[in-house]
């Protein structure tokens, strides 16, 4: 609303000694509150904002956590690109049918593709087995809160086999989505209130090292290998003060990959240094590893809690 109001000429003269006798047009108008800062979208989606968005990745998780009484996690990792055995089957099928509609070369280079999918297979199958044993024991443990909950980054692949073996066990299960241009979309498999989705690959990062007590490593690319000597290079060098127990899930394809007794014997890192994991081939000998770390680091009569931290995450310590 718009108010105008007209001096006199005396009232101007008393407020303005010997000023022009012009008259003067007062405009007075009132504005629509400013947005909080909080509900400014513009503000947070800006570089001045990410602090915020940040701390948002690490509040917001958190207080899920609490919430759902998530202890800790056993870590899956593994490719987003190795289908189920039943998949890479009618994968393979449809290939060998499309001989007449590419070329030779083309044929040739999606067979051995397809070919080697359904090879790759098996470890989905394993990922699966595995992650349904461990939540099968895991959920027995008695405790006022989830112990050694299956976790993964939520997507396809490894990640979608940990999570549908850990659901067909009955257990919780999480995600830890990412955004990504391809590959990334939640798999059916995790628990509703525990599917989580990131921006940052940091804060990803940190909280799948902040709950695991436990890594699972299948076979996988790029972002697989990151993860595995992230936690390899933190246990290396004691940063964290808890014990991480280490499965290498797949030795034929990791023996081709990285080798390990070259970098010991060109001294980049100590025979000890083997120790940090194990290799396995089956999911019951990774089972048996897992539950034998887990109850002699985790569970013994050392690792009781005062009730005061009963809601409480367990925190990956740092050590001083």
């Known amino acids: 609303m718009i108010i105008e109001r007209r001096l006199t000429n005396d009232q101007r003269l008393a407020t303005n000694d010997q000023q022009p006798t012009t008259d003067l ?7 629509n509150p400013a947005p ?18 940040l701390l948002s990745e690490y509040s917001e998780p958190l207080s899920r ?3 759902e009484q ?10 987003a690109r190795i289908h189920s055995h039943d998949n890479a089957s009618n994968r393979l099928t449809a290939v ?62 490894i990640m979608e086999a940990a999570n549908l073996g850990a659901h067909e066990a009955g257990g919780k299960t999480i995600g830890l989505n ?34 695991a007590k436990a890594l699972v490593i299948f076979p996988g690319g790029f972002g697989t ?38 970098m010991v014997d060109a001294g980049v890192i100590s025979p000890p240094d083997l120790e940090l994991f194990k290799m396995s081939d089956s999911p019951e000998e990774s089972l048996e590893f897992l539950r034998d770390g887990l109850t002699k680091y985790h569970l013994g009569p050392q690792q009781t809690k005062p009730t005061g931290e009963a809601a409480l995450p367990e925190i990956a310590k740092t050590r001083p």
């Open 225 to 262: 290998l990151d993860e595995l000597f992230e936690i390899l290079t933190l246990a290396q060098t004691e940063k964290l003060a808890k014990k991480i127990v280490v499965v290498v899930y797949g030795s034929a394809y990791w023996k081709k990959v990285i080798n390990f007794d070259a």
């Open 96 to 157: 060998r049918g499309n001989g007449a509609k590419v070329s030779i070369a083309q044929q040739a280079q999606d067979m051995k593709r397809a070919e080697a999918a359904v090879d790759m297979a098996r470890y989905y199958e394993d990922a699966r087995r595995l992650a349904f044993l461990l939540t099968k024991w895991s959920t027995q443990i008695p405790a006022k809160r989830h112990r050694f909950v299956v976790t993964t980054g939520g997507g396809p692949g």
């Open 65 to 67: 956590f609490r919430r």
């Open 25 to 31: 047009l007062m405009t007075d108008q009132e504005l």
């Open 178 to 211: 990412i955004n990504l241009p391809f590959e990334q979309n939640p798999n059916p498999y995790i628990t509703p209130s525990l599917n989580f989705e990131f921006h940052y690959f940091f804060m990803r990062k940190f909280w799948f090292a902040y709950l």
């Open 36 to 53: 909080l800062a909080y509900q400014n979208k513009p503000f947070l989606n800006s570089p001045d904002g990410r602090i915020l968005r």
């Open 70 to 79: 998530i202890q800790d996690t056993v870590v899956f990792f593994g490719s």
